[in-house]
Structure formats: C-alpha cells, structure tokens
C-alpha cells in the first residue's frame, strides 16, 4: 500500500518536472526564470532520489546553454556574480569559459559598473595570443556595451583599434568593425575617425576578404540610420568594386536619405558639380546593370543580383534628384538646370522599361500557371519604382501628360497590377489637377470600357482621380459642359451599379456607397445623390438603411444648395436667399441620427455637427435679410438725397452699422463653436464623420455672397484629407464672413461721420483712423485676404489654397455691396472717409 502511494507521489513529482520543463521552453525570459525558481519547492515536495537527479540535469542543460545570462536583469548589480564570472574566465574547463562570456556579454549590457571592472580582464584576453579566436571574436563584442561613460567608451575603442592591427583574421576584422561601430553610434565619441575608418576599409582592394569590405559599408550605413551627420568629404570616395556596388549603393542611399549631407553638399564650393558627379556615376551603374537584367533569363542568379542593384540605383537617385538645388555661383543656372533635367528624363525612361519588363515577366508566369506568389513578389518591386517614376516626373514637370497616358494603358494591359497603377494615377491627379484636366474625356471613357471590371478597387480609384480633375474647374467650367460631365458621369455611376427597372441598383452597393462618398468630397452632390438611390432599401439592417438615409439627405441639402448657387451666379433671383428648406432637412437628417443612437450607434459628433450646420444656414439667412434691409435703405437714402443741393454724399441710417455688427457676432460665435467641436473629436481620415465635413466646404461659404452668388468658387476648394482639416475650413469661413461683415460695417460708420461732418458745417478735422481691429481669431487672421490701399497683398499669394477662396469670398460680397449702393464705390469710401 505504501509502495502504490509513493508510486503516485512520484509519477505527481514526474508530471510536475514536465511542467516545470515546458513552462522554461516558453523562450519568455519571465516564465524562464519562474520555472528554475520553482524547482527548490519541487525538490521539497518530492524528495525522491531519482526525480531530483533528473531534475538536476534538467538545471545543468539549462545553465549550459545559458549561465547565469539569462537572470543578468537580476544579477546585474550583485558584485558577487561579478568576480565570478571574471574568475570563470580564467577557468581550464571551454565550457565554462564559454558560458562566463555568454554571461559577461548579458551582464555588460546591463551594467557600465560591470563593465568597468571587466574592461582590463577583457583587454588581456583578447590580446592574449593563447586566446582562440572564436573566443576572442566573442570577448570583442563585449566592448560593444561601454559607451554610457566617455572615458571607458574611448578605452574600450583604443583597446579594439589596437589589436585591429595584430591579426587580419577576416571574421576577427568583422567583429572589431561591428564593435567601434556600435561604440561610435551610441557615445558619439570619435565618430568622424570611425567613418573614416570604415570608409578606408571599404575600400581597400588589397583586402581579400569581401565580407570586410561589405560590413564596412553596411556599418557607414548604420550610422546614418542614427542620424550621425556625414561630411562631404566623407562621402567622395566611393567603392567601385563591382562584387560589392549593391552594398555601396544601399550605403549611399541611406546616408542621402537619413542625413543632411545632401544639403551640405550643394552648399559646398563647386557643389552642383559634385552631385552631378555622383548622379552620372550612378547612371553608368544603372546602365550597366540594366543591360545585364534585360539580357539573361529571370530565373538566373545574375539576373536577380543585376535587378537588386538596380533597385538600389533608381532609389539613390530619386533621393539626389528630388532633392537637386543647383547652388554652384561658378556654373550656369540654366546649364545645371538641364542637366538635372536631362538626368530625369533618363532614369524616368529606364524605370519605365523595368517597370514593363517586370510586368510582362509577371503576366507571361500568370499565364504559364505560375504561382500567386511569385505575382506578389513582382508586384512589390514594382511598387516603389513606380512611386520613384511618379515623384521625379512630378518634379521635372514637363511629362506628367505622358505618363498619365502610360498609367492608363499600363491599366489595361496589367491587370494584377491595376490597383496600384490606379492609386498612382489619383496621386498625380492631386498633385497636378490642372495639368491634366484636359485628359478628363480620356478618363470617363476608360471607366466606360471597364463598366464590368473585374477589380472594382482599381474603378473606384480612377472614379476618384476623375473627380480630382473635375472639381478644380468645377465652377469655371460652363453650365452647359458642368451639365454635359453629370449626365455622362451619371449614366456611368448606373451601368456600375446595372439599375433595374425598379430604378434599384443590382451589383457592386459597396463600391457606389464609396464612390458616392468621394464625390461629396470632391464637391459633386448630384452625383452622390445618383450613387445613394434607392440603396436603403436593400439593405437588411435597420441602423445601416438609417445612415445610408442621412448621407442622401445630406447629399440633397448640399445639391440643392449648389443648385441656388448656381442660379444666383447666373443673375437669377438677385438679392434673394432662401435656405428655409434647407434648414428643416438638417432638422430631418438629425432625426435620423437621434434613432441611430436609438440603436446603440454613437452618432454624437454627427448631431453636434448638423446642429452647427442648421445654425449657419440660419445666420446665413438673417444676414442676408439684413444687408438686402441696408441696401433698400442706402437707394431711398440716395433718391432722397438728389432732390437736395447741400451734399451728394450719402447719408447711412441710425442703427445700420449696428445691425452689421449684430451679423458679424453671429458668425464670429459660429466659429468658435466650431473649435469646441475640433477639440470633442478626432475623426480618422475617409471615416463617415467625413462625409459631413468635407460636403459643407462645397456649399453657400458667406452670407453676403450668397445673396448675390452663393460662393459657388468653393467647390474648387483643394479639400484636405483629415476631417479636422475640413472643420477648420467651416470654421475659417465663418471668420471670413465675419471679418467682411465688419469690414463693411467700418467703411459705412466711416462714411456716416463723414457726411455728418460736412452736414453739420463743423470744421474740426476728424482723427486719423488706427489700424483697423477686428473681433475674430488674431490666430486665424493669416488666412484671411486683405489688401493695402496701394493694391498690395498684406500677405503673399500662395495658388491653390483655401486662401483663394477666402479671396473671392471677400471680393464678392465688396462687389455685392458695390451692386447695391447703386453708384457708391465702397473701395472709394474707405479711401476718402
């Protein structure tokens, strides 16, 4: 009976080993060390002879492999250990000797005290002839860890320089290079002598081993990647030996990109001649190493390596170009002009051909039966070469409308590559909207060959990069053309979705919801309004069909909006604002928030959003009533007037500047509610918070210009990607109104006292005018237009802006005040108040 209990203790003890052992193979430092804690307390539970003796070797495996390295978190301030490990060192047994280096190795990098102490021990060994060299290798890298005090850093970099002489061991070299190295990038002690160091080591030809040469230079890379400074010098030289360019070319790459050596460069004497230099040596090397990918088979090693290389040549180059400053007093500007140009032109044209190549290469295996992972892999190394094309042809400018056209075909041809050459062609149309705006017929009739695409994400993207073109001219475009695109665009946006006879769409509802949020983005309501038709209904969820229904509400406030805007830019119903309907769908559209958040779905934002939304249409439509009260008042002011012969001048009313200020306050309060809502959320990009925020910047942007035009040169606002950026417009705009309101305001108080003046005989000069203050935003005043007496910008003019907005904002509602003060020139008031 006895045996059979300790037969059962002892297969416990046995199972509770395992655990023990499982629970260390974890690999986590933490379960590691709790696992070698709890075998004392095994040991006290199961004093069993045989499991303890397998339990001790189970340990001894342990500290085999790893000494006390593993507990250096622990152990790392405990003298104790510390003497041992140095006496270990010394120990006639390798594996001791080899775990008390694994172990001084985790203990030094986690103790500069330990590392002191052991600095002089390690200095012997490794100087120490009858130390083997694997364990020397392993010694140096110790000196790695001593760079928190300057004074040990410049001994443990002494000590390595001085036995970097005695054995040209390549491996020994190796470790010795990675060791200053990491010495130099983290105590930034003579970093400058170990660049030049590794810069002599790169390039010593006599050095037969082509690791030393290839580690030299991944370090000079490392460097930059810590943000070490180079100087011009440092860089010159260059290796040019062919087994090791690829590495040359990485190190160059990261030290222009990571670095300012670029810059210092050009402002360097003779600076432009120098880079043009390191430009046409790379363009030799790309030469070369394009030849030899085009002419040997894919599959080849010489292919692949050549291909690498020339990776490596369009990045170092796309960073020297995109940042080329010609700044060379001794050459002529225009000659470095075109040199960089033509540079361009060259390496745009070869990435061009290696793009195809690798697509056709890419397509050939598709059809072949090849493996779907060999088109990722082509895919991927097109990608940043197809970025590079884009960037440099972008800057040099001239062929943006040629590319645009090779995006296009490349679309059609290379089908698995037709989302990215998608997102590459949106990319140029946001950087270049007005470039290629003439394309845009070329575009719509793409999309209407590929109605039935099969990639959906690639329609969806040329969909965008469309509306990118579009929305610029949006406004100046005639009515007529402005028709003609809305037609043609809503007979697209039909045949993607295939409308049935229920006027519902059939296929692709996902992709019309996106699509239909772009276009509120870029300004076109009625487009989204024929994206959104019908969607709600076939939707199955309630909470879904309720937002599907707010963004088509939505879409029908702004649409009709820009109808009126439309209307009043073409002379009709001059002077007359209405925007009560408008403000009872808002008070619709909140409804239906107010259910959503019925249904568990946070629309808070959404609701304080409208509310603001509501509120300015109804500023809107008070200031416009207010300014058609003043001009009525202003014209039987002046009918008045020409019956009298004391004075032609006009004569503002009691009260008339007071109400304008009233209108002005209520705008300025608007836009500071606004900031109350910038500061409750964040709203990530291409979120549905989205949708409401960048449709409101394409709709009435000022009171006073809505009575005459409802501002519709909003539309051609360049629309920021972050929804806080688009609520800061709203917020801008109101500041503007605001800011013109007062303006106007002053100019009529200015004009009344004036008058007043003169009425009353008195002789009395009045006060020169100060600087004009205005209650809005003094940080916000920047971004508003205003203009000296002498026709001169207060502040400079920067195109494509919201500031062109805020411009014309500001010069519609003069002109609109100029309109209704029949004859009265308000520029002339102010100028002769």
């Known amino acids: 009976m006895a045996a059979t209990v300790r037969g059962n203790a002892s297969d416990e003890g046995f199972r509770r080993l395992l655990e023990l052992e499982t629970e260390y193979r974890t690999q986590r430092l933490a379960d590691q060390l709790h696992a070698i804690a709890s075998y004392p307390h095994l040991f006290d539970e199961f004093p069993y002879p045989v499991l303890i003796n397998s339990a001790i070797l189970k340990i001894a495996d342990y500290f085999r492999n790893s000494v006390l390295g593993c507990m250096a978190t ?49 200095a012997f060994m490794v100087r120490d002839t009858k130390t083997p060299l694997p364990l020397r290798r392993r010694l140096i890298r110790i000196f790695g860890h001593m760079f928190e005090d300057i004074t040990l850093a410049r001994l443990a970099r002494k000590t390595c320089l001085d036995i970097l002489e005695l054995n040209q061991d390549g491996e ?66 260059k290796c040019r030996d062919e087994r090791t360019v690829l590495r040359a070319m990485s190190t160059l790459d990261k030290v222009f990109r990571l670095t300012g050596v670029l810059t210092s460069i050009s ?49 170092l180059l796309s960073v020297i170009l995109s940042s080329y400053q010609p700044m060379d007093e001794t050459e002529s500007l225009d000659n470095a002009d075109q040199t960089f140009k033509d540079a361009i032109k060259s390496v745009t044209q070869s990435m061009e051909r290696f793009l195809e190549r690798i697509w056709s290469q890419g397509s050939k295996q598709s059809e072949g039966g090849g493996q779907g992972g060999v088109m990722s892999s082509k895919v991927d190394q097109a990608k940043p070469v197809l970025w590079f094309l884009v960037s440099l042809t972008l800057r040099e400018g001239s062929a943006v409308d040629v590319l645009l056209m090779t995006i296009l075909r490349w679309i059609d041809t290379y089908k698995d590559s037709s989302a990215l050459l998608a997102k590459a062609l949106l990319h140029i149309a946001r950087q270049r909207p007005k470039k290629v705006y ?43 053309a402005t028709e003609a695109f ?90 007359r604002l209405d925007l009560y309907s408008q403000q009872q769908m808002y008070i619709k559209v909140m409804g239906y928030l107010e259910e959503l958040e019925a249904h568990q779905v946070n629309r808070a934002f959404h609701l304080q959003f409208c509310s603001l939304r509501r509120s300015y249409l109804q500023t809107c439509q008070s200031a416009a009533a207010t300014l058609h009260l003043l001009s009525t008042s202003l014209l039987t002011e002046r009918q008045r007037r020409q019956y009298q012969t004391t004075t032609t001048s006009m004569l503002t009313l009691a009260g008339d500047e007071v109400a304008l200020y ?172």
């Not at 104790?80 to 172990?103: F, G, K, R, T």
């Not at 890379?221 to 860089?235: D, T």
């Not at 045949?495 to 519902?504: L, R, W, Y």
């Not at 910008?793 to 802006?801: A, L, N, Q, V």
Request: aromatic share 6%.
């Open 74 to 122: 622990i152990v790392s301030d405990r003298i104790d250990v510390y003497h041992n490990v140095i006496h270990s060192l010394d120990s006639s047994e390798a594996m001791e000797v080899s775990a008390a280096i694994y172990a001084a190795d985790m203990i030094g990098a986690q103790s500069q005290r330990f590392c002191a102490i052991v600095s002089g021990k390690l």
């Open 172 to 237: 020994y070299t190796v470790a010795i290079l990675r060791t200053l190295t990491r010495l130099a990038s983290h105590s930034l002690v003579d970093v400058d002598q170990q660049i030049a160091l590794l810069v002599q080591r790169a390039q010593d030809q006599s050095n037969s081993h082509l690791g030393t040469r290839r580690v030299a230079l991944m370090c000079l890379g490392l460097l930059a990647q810590r943000s070490i400074e180079f100087s011009p010098e440092q860089i010159k030289a």
């Open 267 to 315: 402002l360097a004497d003779f600076g432009t001649q120098t880079i043009n230099d390191y430009i046409q040596a790379t363009l030799q090397i790309l030469d070369r190493s394009f030849s030899t990918f085009s002419s040997t088979p894919p599959s080849s090693r010489l292919a692949a390596g050549s291909k690498l290389v020339v990776l490596e040549c369009y990045s």
């Open 438 to 480: 003439q394309l845009q017929d070329i575009i719509i009739t793409h999309l209407e060959n590929h109605i039935n695409f099969p990639d959906t994400d690639t329609f969806t993207l040329v969909y965008r990069a469309l509306l990118e073109f579009s929305t610029l001219n949006h406004t100046s475009a005639a009515s007529s």
């Open 486 to 575: 809305e037609s043609r665009v809503s007979l697209l946006l039909e045949q993607f979705g295939q409308v049935d006879m229920m006027e519902q769409y059939t296929r692709n509802h996902w992709e019309l919801y996106q699509l239909a949020r772009y276009s509120l983005q870029s300004g076109w309501s009625s487009l989204a309004l024929v994206a959104l038709r019908n969607q709600e209904k076939s939707l199955t969820s309630v909470s879904a069909a309720l937002w599907v229904m707010v963004v088509q509400t939505v879409a029908l406030i702004e649409s009709s909006l820009q109808t009126a805007a439309a209307s009043a830019s073409a002379g009709e119903n001059r002077g």
């Open 662 to 833: 009233r209108c002005a306050d209520k705008f300025n309060r608007l836009a500071h509610q606004y900031t109350v809502l910038r500061d409750s959320v964040v709203v990530e990009p291409m979120s549905d918070s989205s949708i409401f925020m960048a449709t409101s910047t394409t709709t009435t942007t000022t009171a006073t210009a809505a009575a005459a035009a409802a501002t519709p040169q909003t539309k051609a606002l360049k629309k920021s990607q972050h929804s806080d950026g688009a609520i800061e417009v709203l917020q801008t705009m109101c500041l503007v109104i605001a800011y013109v309101i007062q303006r106007v305001a002053k100019i009529l108080d200015r004009a009344s006292s004036s008058n007043s003046i003169i009425a009353t005989g008195d002789q009395q000069q009045p006060q020169e005018d100060e600087e004009d203050v205005f209650d809005i935003d003094p940080l916000l005043m920047p971004l508003l237009y205003l203009r000296r007496k002498d026709g001169h910008d207060r502040i400079g003019r920067d195109s494509g802006t919201f500031l062109d907005v805020f411009r014309a904002s500001t010069q519609l509602t003069l002109a609109y005040m100029d309109d209704h003060l029949h004859g009265a020139d308000v520029d002339a008031l102010e100028v002769n108040r």
